[in-house]
């Protein structure tokens, strides 16, 4: 049987975890071998637990950090060579070398502050192997540089710790995300935003939830209510601030529920829209319904969702009278131009990573000129144009939101924006485009948290020694 030979000192590769280049001690004097880890967190569930932690694997460049995740098999003590025990966390997986890969285990501790980020303990060599003390390097060398410049259809897709911030654990869209999660290998943890608490401060914040801090989640999905949208999105601004990757960004949630700073946003980029006017007195009533082109014309609280609190009033007596109540109520509102051609139906855009994945046409209710599926309305698949295409995902961008529902109406001079929706619902455009939209905002946050190093200036190889 030939014999595979290495040296004290050799490079691998760790593929599973997303490690293209190790150096590594090779110690038969040590039975385990050790990987440098910190930040070392459990997750998962009790019959799948799962471990995240973060590794420099070049001493020389402590800006490139690497996010792993694996498999938890054991935690266990163990004896140093200076004698101090440690609890450490012990995760199995496939080691390269040369022309061998094979699998083996290790375990996870802090080498932060030693010469060679891995330890290869006697445990993990297979038989036919023999280690030289008086030689290095008897395997083809790797290089640092491997971790620059990694093509994103190349990088390594790991589990991830993700979170959905909720109070509807039950309802159609959160049960599709942790589905979609979990068939992609990751791990969703259903947070009830309410119940939120913060730690603000200005090194180390957290938030806090059923008395524990919660771990740093690789992403977090906010799917809050309109009801609770100022803490909500001071929960989300607060992830923001630990450096997790939000789905909606507290900014976008914030513009896109406010129906009066939404539509100024959209004027500002130059996206159509209905003519929309907004008064605070009640001596300007009548130059509101001018502005607009006079009756009909939609009557909308700042604040209304899914339909509620839209008004149509067809004459200008009916329109004074809707004014005067809501004025009233002391409730903000804005009036919108009536688009008669839209003919009470508006068109339903997902737009997932600045590309529309699905549309939908949605029609109301023979006595209703809302097309809202909460109030009652139908929906069909629908072809849009270039031109609808490019507004949608226009009006996502302006917004700020990588995932959004952009609800068009066909207007007789191009496409209209009436709204931009933060946490569009699932429900209706999966069933009626057939697409698995919440597998595709899956696969766009895999997209977005993985690793992204800087390119590295030329250089040769550094010398190991």
Known sequence: MTQFTLGWEEWLALPGLGLPAIR?????????????????????????PMVRFAIHPDPQEPGLEIICSAPLKDRREVTSSNGETELRFVIETEVSMGTRSWPIEITLTDRGSMAYRMLLGRSALLDDM??????????????????????????????????????????????????????????????DTSRCYMNIRAVGGEVHYDGRRLPHYDAVIPRIGASITSYGTAVVRQFESMGTYCLACSEGITVSRDKLHAHQVLARHRIGMPTTAFARSPKDSGNLVDLVGGAPLVLKLLESSQGKGVVLAETPKAAESVISAFQGLKADFLVQSFVKEAAGEDIRCLVVGGKVVATMRRRGKPDDFRSNLHQGGTAEPVRISKTEREVAIKAARAMKLDVAGVDLLRGADGPKVLEVNSSPGLEGIEKVSGKDISGLIIEHIEAKVAPKPARAKSRGKRSAG
């Not at 590594?24 to 799948?48: Q, Y």
């Open 130 to 191: 023999v280690v030289s003390p008086s030689h290095r390097l008897q395997q083809p060398e790797l290089d640092f540089d491997a971790y620059h410049g990694i093509p994103r259809h190349k990088q390594h897709r790991r589990a991830l710790r993700l979170a959905v911030l909720t109070r509807e654990p039950d309802n159609y869209s959160t049960r599709k995300l942790i589905e979609a999660a979990e068939h992609r290998g990751h791990t969703m943890e259903v947070i």
């Open 24 to 48: 590594a001690k090779v110690d038969t004097g040590a039975r385990t071998s050790a990987l440098h880890a910190f930040a070392i967190e459990p997750f998962g569930s009790a019959d799948k």
